[in-house]
Nanobody
Framework: QVPLIESGGGLAQVGDSLRLSCTIS??????MAWFRQTPGKEHQREFV??????????TYAHSVKGRFTIDRDNAKNTLSLQMNSLKPEDTAIYYC???????????????????WGQGTQVIVFS
């Protein structure tokens, strides 16, 4: 069973909104995050947002702060990313990530997370 499955990607115009969802199954995660892989950077994923620990502290990349909102719903076993005021530079493959144990690394690093979804494509056009 795949622990993390993303959905909700697609095409959007500049200024539009999209909501991504990540379905969580079979695992418990301490912290969860969204990363994205932008065109031309196939070997690295950029931190977008995270919800950390039992206190669910939220943290955002500077480029999305004020436009994106991360939310974790334990009752529904989902992680979502509400994306508003989309820009062309938001075009990317978006990945849901889970941290099953404390890695001791900063939460904005890919290496802090040990479970990943398969990704969902978002394309923003003008």
């Amino acid at each position: 069973q795949v622990p993390l499955i993303e959905s909700g990607g697609g095409l959007a115009q500049v200024g539009d909104s999209l909501r991504l969802s990540c379905t969580i199954s079979g695992r418990t995660f301490i912290s969860m995050a969204w990363f994205r892989q932008t065109p031309g950077k196939e070997h690295q994923r950029e931190f977008v947002a995270a919800v950390l620990g039992i206190h669910r502290r939220e943290t955002y990349a500077h480029s999305v702060k004020g436009r994106f909102t991360i939310d974790r719903d334990n009752a529904k076993n989902t992680l979502s990313l509400q994306m508003n005021s989309l820009k062309p530079e938001d075009t990317a493959i978006y990945y849901c990530a889970g941290q099953s144990s404390d890695s001791g690394r900063p939460d904005y690093l890919e290496s802090s997370y040990d479970y990943w979804g398969q990704g969902t494509q978002v394309i923003v056009f003008s």
